[in-house]
C-alpha cells in the first residue's frame, strides 16, 4: 500500500531524509521511530503530499505522491504532531467541515460522523467548542478527523500524545482492531507504544534508515531491551 522509492529532502544544507526506501503492506502496523531531527516528521509530510522531495519519489495505493497528490490525499488520514483545528468551532462543526472537505456525500456524513465520534470516545464532548477542551481531547479530535472518512492508509505522528493511560490505552486498542484492514505508519518518541502496537518497526537517524525489523527480532537479535538498542544505533 505505500512504496517509498530513494526519497529525498534538504532544508538548505541540510539533508533531513537521504536516499531512503522502504514498503508497507496492509496489516503491517510500521513504528517509525528515531531521535528528534531524524527526517520522521519530514518523511510523513512528503508521503502526505505537504512537503515535495528534492529526489526520488512514493507511492500511496498506488497514486504517485509528485504526479497524483489529490488521488493519495484521499487515499490516507494523517494526524501531524500539532493537528490544527479551528478552536471556535464545536467539535460536532469541525469533524463535519471535515466531511466536507473530504467530499462525504451528504446523506453519508452523520454515519461517518457518528462513528468518529464512537470511536474516538469523544460524545461527551461534541458539542463543546475545541478551544475549550483539554489536550488529551484535543489530540482525539485530531485523530477523529484522520479516521472520518475510513482511509485504507493511515499516518499517524504521535497520536497519543497528551493522552493519559486510561486514553493511551484506549487509542491502542483502537487501533489493533482497525489494523488488519489498513495500513498504518506510527511515529513516536514511546518505545512502550511501539512494542505494544507494532509489528515493525524502522529506526532512522541523520535522514537514513539504520535499523528494519520486527520488535521482537530486533530484542533478540541485540540481546537487549528496545530502549538500549535504540540509543545505541542512532548514537552511532
Known amino acids: 500500500m505505500i512504496s517509498v ?5 534538504h532544508f538548505g544544507p ?3 531524509v ?17 531521535p ?14 505537504f512537503l515535495s522531495p528534492d529526489s526520488g519519489t512514493a507511492s500511496i495505493c498506488g497514486h504517485d505522491i509528485i504526479r497524483q497528490p489529490l488521488q493519495v490525499r484521499s487515499s490516507i488520514g494523517y494526524l501531524p504532531e500539532n493537528a490544527p483545528a479551528y478552536s471556535e468551532m464545536t467539535v460536532n462543526s469541525f469533524l463535519n467541515f471535515i466531511c466536507a472537505a473530504r467530499a462525504i456525500p451528504r446523506r453519508q456524513r452523520k454515519t461517518a460522523l457518528d462513528r ?4 474516538c470516545s469523544l460524545n461527551p464532548v461534541k458539542n463543546q467548542t475545541i ?5 488529551g481531547y484535543k489530540r482525539r479530535v485530531g485523530l477523529a478527523q484522520a479516521l472520518i472518512h475510513d482511509p485504507q492508509v493511515l499516518i499517524l505522528d504521535e497520536p497519543t500524545d497528551g493522552l493519559d493511560p486510561n486514553q493511551k490505552h484506549e487509542v491502542r486498542q483502537l487501533l489493533k ?7 498504518i505508519i506510527i511515529s513516536t518518541h514511546i518505545l ?10 524502522i529506526i532512522i537517524a541523520q535522514g537514513k534508515i539504520r535499523a528494519d525489523s520486527t520488535p521482537e527480532k530486533l530484542k533478540t537479535q541485540h540481546n537487549r531491551p528496545l530502549e538500549e538498542i535504540f540509543r545505541t544505533i542512532t548514537q552511532n
Not at 522509492?5 to 529532502?9: E, I, Q, R, S, V
Not at 508497507?24 to 502496523?29: C, L, N, P, S, T
Not at 478551544?131 to 489536550?135: D, P
Open 5 to 9: 522509492k530513494n526519497l529525498t529532502h
Open 14 to 16: 541540510i539533508k533531513a
Open 18 to 34: 537521504d536516499d531512503i526506501s522502504f514498503d508497507v503492506e496492509k496489516g503491517q502496523v510500521l513504528g517509525f521511530i528515531g
Open 36 to 49: 528528534n531531527g531524524a527526517g520522521k516528521s519530514t518523511t510523513m509530510k512528503m508521503l502526505t503530499c
Open 116 to 119: 468518529a465520534l464512537q470511536l
Open 131 to 135: 478551544e475549550t477542551l483539554s489536550k
Open 177 to 183: 482492531k482497525m489494523a488488519p484492514d489498513k495500513c
Open 192 to 201: 512502550e507504544e511501539v512494542q505494544a502496537l507494532c509489528n515493525r518497526t
